[in-house]
C-alpha cells in the first residue's frame, strides 16, 4: 500500500484539519461499524478549508489482533482498491468553511467477500498523505452468541464493576478444538482502548461454547456520560452557560462541571458514548452545520499530581489526543481545553491515561453498577488450515 508506512491500525486522523469523522449505518449515527456481508455503511468526515482534495481510498482485511491478514486482495475485494472518492461537497454559509466528504461502501467499484476485520484508508491522491483511519467489521453471522450482562462475582467490585458472560452455539458446525480454534473479543461502548481480546471458551459442550469465567470479562460500569448539546446555536441549552457569536466563528462555554468520584449514581439519557451530527438551525447539517469552539472546563482546587487530564468520548477516538488534553488554569481552579466541533449532540467525559494505554475514566468520573452501557461480543473462528480470522457471531448487549 503506497501510504502504508505512515498508516496505523486503529481509528486515527492524520490531519488536525479533517473532523467530525463518522462511519456507522446508514441513517443511524450512533451505530458501531459493523455490518453483515450484505450490508452497508456510510463513511462521512469534513475537512476545514476550502479547497477540496482529490482522494482515494483502499480496504485491509485483518486478523482479530488487527494486524493485516495473509488474504491477498483479490481474495477479500470484489473490485479494486484505490479508488477515488468522488462525493463532496462545499460548506453553505458557515462561519468557518469546509469541505463535506461521503461514501458509501460497498459500492459499484469496490465491496468486500469476506467477514473478519477491516481498516478503511483514506489519502491524499496527489501527495500520498493520508487523511483518516477507521475500523470496521463484517460478520458471517453463521454461530450464534447469547449474552448476560450482570454484577461482578468479584465481592469487592460488585458495586462498580460490571461482568459479561455469554454462550456460542455453532449447530451443524463441527469445531475440532474449540479452545484453540474460537477466540471472543468485548467491547464496552465500542471503545477499543479498554477491549477485552482473544477469550477462549471455559466450557465446552455439544453444539455450544461456553464463555463464563466468574471475574474476567469485567468493566468498570463508570457513570452516566455528560452530554453537550448545540444543535441550535441561537439559544443555550442544559450544561451551557453562554453562545458568543463573532464574524468568523461561534463560541460555545460550558458550565464548569465537577468531579463525580464519589457522587452518587444518577440516571441520565446518553448516547453511551457515541456523538450525532445535527443542527435545529439548518436542516441540511452535513453541509449547513456550523462549526464552535466549545470551551470544556473542569474544576479541580489543585492539578492532579503526574497525571494528564483528557476529554474522553467517541469524537476523541477515545485516545489520549494531544488535541483534546486539558491544561490547568490556576486562575480559574479548572482544567480547561476548547475544542472545535460541529454543530450536534456529544456524550463526553474525563479521564486520565490508565495503565494500559486506556482512557481511565474511574478517577474523576466514578463507577456504579447501576450505570446503562452497552457491550459488544464478537467471536471468531479460524479452522486448522484458514488464513484468517472469519467473524462468525455478534451481539450487543444493552441496558440491564
Request: glycine share 6%; proline share 4%; net charge negative.
Amino acid at each position: 500500500m503506497a501510504v502504508g508506512q505512515d498508516l496505523v491500525n486503529e481509528d486515527h486522523t492524520y490531519v488536525e484539519t479533517v473532523k467530525s469523522v463518522q462511519l456507522n449505518i446508514p441513517g443511524l449515527q450512533t451505530s458501531y461499524p459493523i455490518v453483515d456481508i450484505t450490508g452497508r455503511l456510510d463513511l462521512h468526515f469534513d475537512e476545514i478549508g476550502n479547497n477540496p482534495r482529490y482522494l482515494r481510498y483502499k480496504i485491509q482485511h485483518c486478523n482479530k489482533d488487527w494486524q493485516p491478514s495473509e488474504l491477498e486482495e483479490l481474495e477479500y475485494l470484489r473490485g479494486f482498491n484505490g479508488e477515488q472518492l468522488r462525493d463532496y461537497a462545499f460548506s453553505v454559509n458557515t462561519r468557518i468553511p469546509y469541505v463535506h466528504y461521503r461514501l458509501a461502501i460497498p459500492n459499484a467499484d469496490l465491496g468486500w467477500t469476506k467477514s473478519g476485520n477491516y481498516l478503511i484508508h483514506v489519502y491524499d491522491e496527489d501527495t500520498n498523505e493520508p487523511l483518516l483511519t477507521k475500523r470496521f467489521m463484517v460478520s458471517e453471522n453463521t454461530m450464534q452468541v447469547f449474552g448476560d450482562l450482570g454484577k461482578s462475582a468479584d465481592v469487592s467490585l460488585i458495586r462498580t464493576h460490571h461482568e459479561i458472560d455469554f454462550v456460542v452455539k455453532h449447530k451443524d458446525i463441527k469445531i475440532s478444538n474449540p479452545h484453540q480454534e474460537v477466540t471472543a473479543t468485548v467491547l464496552q461502548n465500542g471503545r477499543w482502548d479498554n477491549a477485552i481480546y482473544d477469550i477462549p471458551p471455559f466450557f465446552v459442550q455439544q453444539e455450544e461454547l461456553i464463555f463464563d469465567y466468574q471475574g474476567k470479562v469485567v468493566f468498570p460500569a463508570g457513570k452516566e456520560f455528560r452530554t453537550v448539546d448545540f444543535r441550535s446555536l441561537e439559544y443555550t441549552s442544559r450544561n451551557i452557560a453562554e453562545i458568543e457569536e463573532y464574524s468568523d466563528a461561534f463560541e460555545v462555554k460550558m458550565i464548569p462541571d465537577e468531579k463525580r468520584t464519589y457522587h452518587n449514581y444518577h440516571t441520565d439519557k446518553d448516547f453511551n458514548g457515541q456523538f450525532a451530527i445535527q443542527s435545529h438551525d439548518d436542516p441540511e447539517f452535513d453541509v449547513e452545520g456550523e462549526y464552535a469552539y466549545v470551551l470544556f472546563l473542569l474544576r479541580s482546587a489543585q492539578p492532579l499530581y503526574d497525571k494528564e487530564v483528557y476529554l474522553a468520548g467517541g469524537f476523541t477516538g477515545w485516545k489520549k489526543d494531544p488535541v483534546f488534553r486539558m491544561d490547568y488554569n490556576e486562575r480559574y481552579g479548572a482544567y480547561m481545553q476548547e475544542a472545535l466541533l460541529k454543530q450536534g449532540v456529544y456524550d463526553y467525559a474525563y479521564a486520565i491515561e490508565g495503565e494500559n494505554g486506556e482512557m481511565d475514566l474511574s478517577p474523576l468520573e466514578g463507577d456504579w453498577h447501576e450505570t446503562e452501557n452497552y457491550y459488544t461480543i464478537l467471536v471468531y473462528y479460524r479452522p486448522f488450515g484458514e488464513r484468517y480470522d472469519r467473524l462468525v457471531a455478534v451481539t450487543t448487549l444493552g441496558e440491564k
